[in-house]
């Protein structure tokens, strides 16, 4: 099996040869190194990717060198990879530095909602359920929009507001149907995120019914821990690896 959607130190993840050495002793076939990565023009993006040193578009290229330096020891196939923020109105700074960087692949991420990224929950406790329906119609607009753009292998966990306490429970079936169509009539892949599954929030991403409407609908789906901490990385892949058996999916294979 692979695992298309790591974090490491050029990101918000632990030491680069940790992730590497705890993918291997998971028995992972090859995993993806997908460092976050944001290349929207505006001085608030600026600030944000200096305050939490998500700074790949500065530093992609060390971090190959790394990757290059981890594969000549590695028992595990290791692809340099990013994870880059998408918004609808900056798809050709994406594409240029997509095309400019030449990554093994691409995973395309919607974080951004009302200029707020979806994991600060205090920032959307106070809104009216009005607002959060809305807020969840919004994410899944720009989650169609990533899709169609063609610019990534890849879509995360495609109900992230799912996180969200405040967000949580908004999605409808037409939310998934409209998400559907999409990966129907595109090359990109949604992956199963086990990225919370270890902790309060307790389901991957996509959400069961959810993954029923892609599984119906005959969508392919690979595979994505999303894991920042070394340890984490087995269970998240046997927790998959049963998840997949249960529903008798097979991951499907973005780069190898």
């Known amino acids: 099996m692979h695992d298309y959607h790591v974090h490491s130190n050029y990101s918000d993840g632990a030491f680069l040869q940790r992730m590497v050495d705890a993918a291997a002793s998971a028995g992972l076939d090859g995993v993806g190194i997908a460092d976050h990565c ?26 190959r060198e790394a990757i290059e330096d981890v594969c000549e020891r590695a028992d595990v196939r290791v692809f340099d990879a990013v994870e880059m923020d998408y918004h609808p109105d900056h798809e050709d700074e994406i594409r240029e ?18 200029g707020v990224n979806v994991h600060f929950a205090a920032h959307f406790a106070d809104k ?21 753009s063609e610019l990534f292998a890849i879509a995360a966990h495609p109900d992230l507001v799912e996180r969200n306490p405040h967000l949580r429970g908004f999605a409808t079936d037409d939310h998934y149907e409209r998400v559907a169509d999409a990966f129907e009539r595109s090359r990109t892949v949604p992956e199963i995120n086990a990225g919370r ?42 927790a998959i690896e049963e998840e997949l058996t249960e529903r008798g999916l097979e991951s499907v294979t973005v780069a190898e």
């Open 38 to 63: 944001n290349v929207f023009p505006s001085e608030d993006a600026r600030r944000h990717r200096r305050a939490l040193g998500f700074n790949l578009d500065l530093t992609y290229e060390r971090r």
């Open 128 to 148: 009216s359920e009005e607002e959060r329906r809305a807020l969840v119609d919004r994410y899944f607009e720009k989650l169609v929009a990533l899709v169609d």
């Open 97 to 114: 530095f997509l095309d400019d960087t030449g990554f093994d692949y691409a995973v395309g991420s919607v974080h951004d909602l009302d």
């Open 197 to 238: 599954l270890l902790d309060d929030y307790g389901e991957f991403h996509p959400a069961p019914e959810f993954l029923d409407t892609l599984a119906d609908r005959g969508v392919d789906v690979t595979v994505g821990t999303d894991s920042h901490e070394p340890d984490v990385i087995a269970p998240r892949i046997e």
